[in-house]
């Protein structure tokens, strides 16, 4: 058991969209990330994602709406659901996730990022 500093951990990396693992919880990482632009649109097909702003602010499109998520908020991305996250300034996100998630879900391509723990 140990207490982790979300900040201190922030501080160790500057890259956008590579998750990185900050600890476990059952089945589920515990990861942060810095985001800054738009994504790729993609989806989860086995795996919840919950999306917890640190700082800054997240949209995440969705095909009929957008989530806006603020410092101190989260949005839970049900499996299935195809999404687009987007960050206009740098935001830092804590995500919640099964170990089987990966950053481009059903995707393939150059940001797939294989999440490493720090």
């Not at 649109?41 to 702003?53: A, C, G, P, T």
């Amino acid at each position: 058991m140990e207490v982790v500093n979300i900040a201190a951990k922030l501080d160790l990396f500057t890259e956008h969209w590579q998750p990185r693992i900050v600890g476990e919880l059952n089945d589920s990482y515990v990861k942060l990330v810095k985001l800054k632009g738009e994504f790729v649109w993609h989806n989860h097909e086995n795996e919840d994602e919950l999306f917890l702003v640190v700082k800054g602010h997240l949209t995440i499109k969705l095909r009929d709406r957008d989530l806006s998520v603020s410092a101190g908020e989260f949005a839970i991305i049900p499996r299935g659901v195809e999404h687009c996250p987007v960050a206009d300034e740098e935001v830092h996100v804590l995500l919640l996730e099964p170990k089987t998630t990966r950053n481009t879900g059903d995707l393939h391509n150059e940001r797939t990022f294989e999440s490493r723990w720090i």
